[in-house]
C-alpha cells in the first residue's frame, strides 16, 4: 500500500476504528504513545527487494475469488480482568458475515498481496541517505556490531530470525446450528488467502491460541478440536508452523478486545459457590480471568484438581495432533495464569482498577493461598507472618515511594518479614509452573511421540551417545513488567510474583526449571525503548529484557520475544530487530520474534510490515 493510498485511509476513516490504532494496546502498554511524541520520528525506509519467484507466488494469490473477509482485530490488552469479566452481561459479541464489511475486508487484504509486487529494489545508498527525523532517545548501551558471530559460522553475519505471527483471538468461534453449538473457523477463505499472504512475505508461521472455554465447553473431559484440526490442515496447506497455546484463561473486557471467551461454564457454576476459586485482592475483589494456583491441588471440579485438567486437556491435545509434531505443531505453549503468562493478576487494567505505572497488588487472599501462607508462616516461628500479606504495600495506583513496603530505602521489602513473603509469594508461582509444565513434559516426551535428534557425543571406547527430543517444544510466556525496574525493589515484579529486586535475580527459579524440562521462554516488549516511558514510573525495558537474555543463556534456555504493542514505526522495528540479533558478542540474541497480531491494522501498515519482515529474514 502506497503512502498516498495510507494518507487516503486516514482521510477515509478506514484506517483505525473503535479499538484499534496506535492506542489500542496491550495491558500496561497503554500510556506509551503519549511520551513518543518527541522519541520518535519514523519516515519510511528505502523499499527491499521481493524475489521473483516470490512476486509471482503473491501474483496468483492477489486473484484469489472474492470471499468472506478478514476478522478485525485490535492489539489486545493482556492486562487481567476483573470481576465484571464474566458475572456481569459483557458488550454483545461481533456477528459473522457481514457482506459490505466482508468485501470492504478482503479488498484491503487483496492489495497486500498486490503490494508485494511493486515493492522497488533495495538500494543501499538510499538507505544511507535517508532523512529519517532524530530521536531524543539513545541508542541502547552495548558495545558495537562485531566482525564475526558464531551463530552462523561466517564471517560478519548472523542468521535469520523466523518471524511469528499471532492469529486473531477470535479465530475459533463457537455458533449456534440447529440448536446445537460447534466451533468454527471465522471467515475460513479470508484466512486462508492471509496466511498464504503471511507466508508469501516471508512469515515462518503462527500463534493461535486454543482455548479451554472453547474445546472443553460442553463438559469435563468432553473434548472438542475440530476447528482446530481445520486450522492447522489450511496453515499447513499455506506452508506455514503454528505455536499453539494452551490458553486456560478468559479473553474479553480488556482494551482493544474484539471478542469475549469465559472459561468453561461448569467451571464458573463451581466458581459461582466457591469464589476463593479465583484469584483474591486485599480488598476481596475476585478475578475471573483464570483460576488460583493456591488451588492447584484441590479436587473441586468433579472429582479433578486444576492441574489434572489442564493435563487433561495437553494430553488430548496431543493425542489428537501428535502426527503433527515437527512438521506443522512446533511448540506448545502452556498458559500459566493471566493472559496466558507465567504471573499473577497483579495489574488489573481491564475492570479499571489499576493504571500504568501503579506498583499493583499482591493477589494472595483467596482461602486457599492465606491457608497455605499460615502453614510457611507457622514453620518458621512466626505465626503473626501468616494472617495476611502485607499491610503497608499501598493499592493498584501507588507508586514505589508512596508505601512502606517498596520504598527504596528502609522498605519492609528489605526486611526479614518482606524476604519471608516474598520467598513464599514467588514460590509458590514456581512450584505452580513446576507442577503443570512437569506433566506437560511428561506428555511430549511418552512413548510414541515424534522425536527429532538432538545431540551426540562420544562414550567410552569410543562408541557414540545419541540425544533426541521431542519434536514439539514446550514453552512458556513471561511478562515484561518493565516499570519500576529502576527502582531497589522492582514494586511491580514483586508483586506480579517475580522477587526480583536490585541484588536478587528472582528470575533464576523459572530459567533453571526451563533448564531442566528443556523448555523454550517468550518474553514480552521487545520493541520498546526506555525514553517512550514517563521519567515517574521508573521504567527500563531495555535492561529488563537483557537481563532475561543473559539470563536465558546462562541457563541455556531458548529465548522467543514478543511485541508488547502493535506498532509499524521505524524505531519499534529497529528495536526489535536490535532484540532479536545483538548487538554485541555478549548481548545473546532471539531464537525467534512472535508479532502481535494480525488484522486490520497490520495490513493497512503492509509495506511497513514487509520491509519489517525481509530485515528479519536476512542476514545481519
Given amino acids: 500500500m502506497s503512502g498516498s493510498s495510507l ?16 492506542h489500542s494496546l496491550r495491558g500496561p502498554c497503554r500510556e506509551l504513545l503519549a511520551n513518543r511524541s518527541g522519541c520518535q520520528g519514523s519516515l519510511p525506509r528505502a523499499p527491499l527487494p521481493v524475489p521473483r519467484r516470490l512476486a509471482e507466488s503473491a501474483a496468483r494469490y492477489a486473484i484469489a475469488p472474492p470471499s468472506a473477509g478478514l476478522t478485525a482485530e485490535a492489539a489486545a490488552s493482556r492486562a487481567s480482568q476483573g470481576d465484571n469479566l464474566l458475572g456481569q452481561p459483557g458488550p454483545s459479541l461481533p456477528t459473522l458475515g457481514d457482506p459490505e464489511e466482508d468485501l470492504e475486508k478482503e479488498h484491503r487484504l487483496i492489495k497486500a498481496n498486490r503490494s508485494l509486487l511493486n515493492i522497488a529494489t533495495f538500494d543501499e545508498s538510499a538507505e544511507a541517505a535517508s532523512t529519517e527525523s532524530p530521536s531524543r532517545c539513545e541508542p541502547s548501551p552495548l558495545e558495537p556490531q562485531p566482525e564475526a558471530s558464531s551463530s552462523s559460522g561466517g564471517l560478519g553475519v548472523t542468521q535469520g530470525c523466523p518471524v511469528y505471527v499471532m492469529l486473531p483471538l477470535d479465530t475459533v468461534w463457537v455458533l449456534e446450528r440447529d440448536g446445537k453449538k460447534v466451533s468454527v473457523l471465522k471467515k475460513e477463505r479470508s484466512l486462508e488467502i492471509a496466511l498464504h499472504t503471511l507466508k508469501q512475505a516471508g512469515v515462518e508461521g503462527v500463534m493461535v491460541d486454543v482455548w479451554w472455554g472453547i474445546v472443553e465447553r460442553a463438559g469435563p473431559r468432553q473434548f472438542d478440536f475440530s476447528a482446530y484440526a481445520a486450522l ?22 480488556n482494551v482493544g478486545d474484539t471478542c469475549k471467551i469465559p472459561l468453561p461454564k461448569w467451571v464458573l457454576e463451581i466458581g459461582d459457590t466457591n469464589p476463593d476459586i479465583y484469584y483474591t485482592d486485599k480488598s476481596g475483589h475476585r478475578n ?26 495437553i494430553e488430548a491435545f496431543t493425542e489428537q495432533f501428535h502426527p503433527l509434531f515437527g512438521t506443522v505443531l512446533t511448540e506448545i505453549t502452556v498458559g500459566l495464569g493471566p493472559a496466558g503468562e507465567l504471573r499473577y493478576p497483579a495489574y488489573p487494567e481491564g475492570d479499571g482498577r489499576w493504571r500504568f505505572p501503579g506498583v499493583g497488588e499482591f493477589q494472595c487472599y483467596d482461602k486457599y493461598m492465606l491457608a497455605d501462607l ?25 507508586s514505589s515511594w508512596e508505601t512502606g513496603f517498596f520504598v527504596s530505602d528502609g522498605g519492609s521489602w528489605a526486611s ?85 529486586t536490585h541484588n536478587r535475580d528472582g528470575y533464576d527459579p523459572i530459567m533453571s526449571l526451563l533448564s531442566r524440562l528443556d523448555g523454550r521462554l517468550s518474553f514480552t516488549c521487545v520493541e520498546m525503548r526506555d525514553c517512550e516511558h514517563p521519567p515517574a514510573g521508573r521504567c527500563s525495558p531495555q535492561a ?65 510490515f514487509s520491509r519489517f519482515l525481509k530485515r528479519m529474514r536476512t542476514t545481519q
Fill in 7 to 22: 494518507r487516503a485511509g486516514f482521510a477515509r476513516g478506514t484506517m483505525q476504528r473503535p479499538g484499534q490504532g496506535p
Fill in 232 to 253: 492447522f490442515k489450511k496453515v499447513a496447506r499455506a506452508g506455514l508452523k503454528v505455536q499453539a497455546v494452551m490458553s486456560f484463561h478468559a479473553a474479553g473486557g
Fill in 288 to 313: 475471573r480471568e483464570c483460576l488460583s494456583l493456591g488451588c492447584d491441588e484441590e479436587p473441586l471440579f468433579w472429582g479433578r484438581t486444576p492441574v489434572d485438567m489442564y493435563h487433561d486437556l
Fill in 374 to 398: 499460615k502453614r510457611a508462616a507457622d514453620a518458621v516461628g512466626h505465626p503473626e507472618w501468616g494472617l495476611s500479606g502485607p499491610h503497608d504495600a499501598g493499592h493498584y495506583n501507588s
Fill in 416 to 500: 526479614p518479614y518482606g524476604h519471608f513473603f516474598l520467598s513464599w509469594y514467588s514460590g509458590l508461582l514456581a512450584k505452580h509452573a513446576q507442577r503443570v509444565l512437569t506433566r506437560a513434559s511428561d506428555i511430549l516426551n511418552g512413548a510414541g511421540r515424534p522425536r527429532r535428534f538432538k545431540a551426540a557425543r562420544e562414550a567410552v571406547g569410543g562408541h557414540m551417545i545419541y540425544e533426541f527430543e521431542p519434536a514439539c517444544k514446550l514453552g512458556i510466556k513471561l511478562a515484561g513488567v518493565h516499570w519500576w525496574f529502576k527502582s531497589r525493589a522492582h514494586a511491580a515484579e514483586l508483586t506480579a510474583g517475580y522477587y526480583n
Fill in 544 to 608: 529488563l529484557l537483557q537481563h532475561i537474555i543473559e539470563s536465558a543463556e546462562a541457563y541455556g534456555v531458548p529465548l522467543a520475544g514478543e511485541n508488547a504493542l502493535q506498532r509499524y514505526d521505524d524505531y519499534a522495528f529497529d528495536r526489535i530487530a536490535d532484540s532479536a540479533f545483538g548487538r554485541s558478542a555478549r548481548s545473546g540474541r532471539l531464537e525467534q520474534v512472535t508479532f502481535l497480531r494480525m488484522g486490520d491494522l497490520m495490513f493497512d501498515n503492509w509495506d511497513a
